[in-house]
C-alpha cells in the first residue's frame, strides 16, 4: 500500500474529520474527533478554539497509531474549517474568548445598523461583519488587546507554523479582488474596524510554512512538514465533489447546509468563498442548521433506538421511511430549529409542522423534515437558475446526508434534476482540502481538473410521477414564512 500521503483537517462544528490521503488521490485512514459546542438562549454560540487542535493532534496520533504510519512519509497538510468564526489572539498567539462561530445570532442590532448604511437588506444578525461590530462595541477591552481576529483556519495554521495568514475562502476583510476590497473597506470603516488586526492573505495552495518543533511532537508529526494555505467548508466540499469548474455545482447536508456554484465574482452575492483569484464559490446558503435540526428530530422522536444502537439508527430510518410516500401524507416542515436566515426567512423563524394528523408516524416527520430542506434548497436553485444562463442540470449532494435515500431521492423529485452522490460522500471536504496541499506540492493539476479524479457513487433520478404533489407542497412551503412572520417576529 502507498504509504506516502498528505493529511488533511476537516474542522467543522462537532468534530473534525481527519484523513491520511495518498499521492495518488486515495483515503488511506481516517478518524473523528469531536469538542463541545456552547449555546445559549439568546443566540449565542461559541467553541474553543484550543479544543480543534487538541482534537486535530488526537485524531492524527491515533491515525498513525493505529494504521503504523510515519511521520517522515508525510509530505504536507492542510487545514479546512467551518467558516466566519472570530477568534481573538493576544500578540503572542493565546486565545483571548472562546471563538464565535458561525450559528451565533447576536449582532442584530449591528446588522440593522450595517443595513441602514448601505441602504439595502445585505446583513443579518448571524453574519461575520455584524459580529466584528458586535464584538468592538460589546468587548472593547478584549478588541484592544487583540494583536490579530483570526478564524478557525488561520487560527490553526498558526498553531502548527507560528505564522500568520488567512486563506481567501475564509477571508472577509482583504482581497485579491478590487471591487470586493473595496467592498471590505467599506464595511470595516461604517464597522470602524481595524483592518490591521486580520492577518495577510494566502491562496488556498500556497505554502505558509512548517510544523514547528512543539507542533510536531503535538501532532506525531515531522518538524519541517510543509504546512499549506487550506480553505472553508464551502470550496472544499466543490473540490472534493469535483465541482470547481465554473458551470459546476454542488449542495452540502451536514452540520450547515448550502448550495455552491462556481462562477465570476458576482456583485450581488455579499457572501462568496474564492477559490482561486479567478474564480468564486458563489455562496446559496440553505438558510438552516442541516444536521443540528436533523438531530433535533432524530433526538426526540427515536431516543431509545438511538441510545441502544448508535449510528446504527439510521438503518432504522432508512426502513422506516421506505413505508414513507413523497410528501409525507401532505405533512409540511419548516425546518427552523435553530432559526434561518434571509432572503426566504429570517433569523427569527422557528420550527413548524403543520397539517400534523393522527395517521401520521415519526418517519413521516423525519421524512418532512427532509424534505423541507429539500423545498429550502428548490428556493435556491431557483434563485441560482434566475442568475445564469442555463439551467442546472444536476447537482451533486455531499455529507452525512447524502447517504439517505429517501432524502436524496426526494432532492431529486423536488428539484426535478439527477442528483449525484460521490464516493466517500462524508470525507468530500477532506478530500477538497488534501488537494489544496497535493497541488501546492505539485502532485496534482489544478482544481478544475480534479473532477476526473472523483467517482460517483449514485445518481439518483427524479421520478415525474411524484412532481404534482411536490409542486403543491412546495407551493404551500413558500406560503409558510409569510403567514407567520408576525408571530415569530413578537415570539422571538
Not at 86 to 108: E, Q
Not at 131 to 145: M, N, Q, T, V
Not at 331 to 354: D, N
Request: hydrophobic share 40%.
Amino acid at each position: 500500500m502507498e504509504k506516502r500521503y498528505v493529511v488533511a483537517y476537516d474542522v467543522g462544528t462537532s468534530g473534525v474529520k481527519i484523513i491520511f490521503f495518498s499521492l495518488d488521490g486515495v483515503v488511506l485512514a481516517s478518524a473523528i474527533e469531536t469538542y463541545p459546542l456552547y449555546t445559549t438562549e439568546n443566540n449565542h454560540a461559541e467553541q474553543d478554539p484550543e479544543a480543534y487542535w487538541k482534537a486535530c493532534c488526537r485524531g492524527t496520533k491515533r491515525i498513525s497509531a493505529d494504521n503504523g504510519f510515519c511521520g517522515t512519509d508525510c509530505a504536507g497538510m492542510a487545514f479546512g474549517t467551518q467558516w466566519k468564526s472570530i477568534i481573538p489572539v493576544d500578540s503572542s498567539g493565546s486565545v483571548l474568548r472562546k471563538g464565535i462561530i458561525w450559528m451565533d445570532k447576536r449582532a442584530g442590532k449591528q446588522a440593522k445598523q450595517l443595513n441602514d448604511a448601505f441602504n439595502e437588506a445585505l446583513f443579518c444578525e448571524s453574519d461575520y461583519w455584524p459580529k466584528l461590530a458586535w464584538f468592538r462595541e460589546s468587548e472593547p477591552d478584549i478588541y484592544d488587546k487583540s494583536a490579530f481576529i483570526l478564524e478557525a483556519d488561520s487560527y490553526l495554521k498558526w498553531k502548527a507554523t507560528e505564522v500568520y495568514a488567512s486563506d481567501i475562502t475564509n477571508c472577509y476583510t482583504r482581497s485579491y479582488n478590487a471591487l470586493k476590497q473595496q467592498f471590505f473597506d467599506e464595511v470595516l470603516r461604517i464597522a470602524n474596524l481595524d483592518k490591521d488586526k486580520f492577518p495577510p492573505i494566502c491562496q488556498a495552495t500556497d505554502l505558509v510554512g512548517h510544523v514547528t518543533e512543539q507542533a510536531a511532537e503535538e501532532l506525531g508529526l515531522n518538524a519541517g512538514t510543509p504546512v499549506f494555505g487550506g480553505c472553508c467548508d464551502i470550496p472544499a466540499m466543490a473540490i472534493g465533489s469535483g465541482c470547481c469548474a465554473r458551470g459546476d455545482a454542488h449542495a452540502y447536508l451536514g452540520t450547515s447546509g448550502w448550495m455552491g456554484y462556481i462562477a465570476p465574482h458576482d456583485p450581488k452575492v455579499v457572501y462568496v468563498s474564492p477559490l482561486d483569484k479567478e474564480n468564486d464559490v458563489s455562496f446559496y446558503g440553505l438558510g438552516a442548521s442541516v444536521g443540528a435540526s436533523t438531530n433535533w428530530v432524530i433526538d426526540r422522536l427515536y431516543a431509545d433506538e438511538k441510545r441502544k444502537f448508535g449510528k446504527g439508527i439510521w438503518q432504522i430510518v432508512e426502513e422506516e421511511l421506505k413505508q414513507v410516500q413523497p410528501a409525507s401524507g401532505r405533512l409540511l416542515a419548516a425546518p427552523w430549529f435553530y432559526g434561518s436566515r434571509p432572503p426566504f426567512s429570517s433569523g427569527k423563524a422557528r420550527g413548524v409542522f403543520l397539517n400534523l394528523n393522527g395517521n401520521h408516524s415519526r418517519a413521516h416527520m423525519l421524512g418532512a423534515t427532509f424534505e423541507g430542506f429539500c423545498y429550502i434548497m428548490r428556493q435556491n436553485l431557483e434563485l441560482l437558475n434566475s442568475r445564469i444562463r442555463e439551467p442546472l442540470k444536476s447537482l451533486t449532494v455531499c455529507g452525512g446526508g447524502a447517504n439517505n435515500t429517501f432524502w436524496m431521492q426526494a432532492m431529486a423529485n423536488v428539484l426535478k434534476i439527477p442528483v449525484k452522490v460521490p464516493r466517500d460522500a462524508e470525507s468530500t471536504g477532506a478530500i477538497g482540502v488534501a488537494y489544496c496541499a497535493l497541488i501546492g506540492l505539485g502532485m496534482a493539476e489544478s482544481f478544475d481538473t480534479i473532477k476526473k479524479h472523483i467517482t460517483i457513487d449514485k445518481v439518483h433520478y427524479p421520478d415525474a410521477t411524484a412532481f404534482a404533489e411536490y409542486d403543491f407542497m412546495f407551493a404551500q412551503y413558500e406560503k409558510l414564512y409569510p403567514a407567520f412572520q408576525d408571530m415569530f417576529d413578537i415570539m422571538n
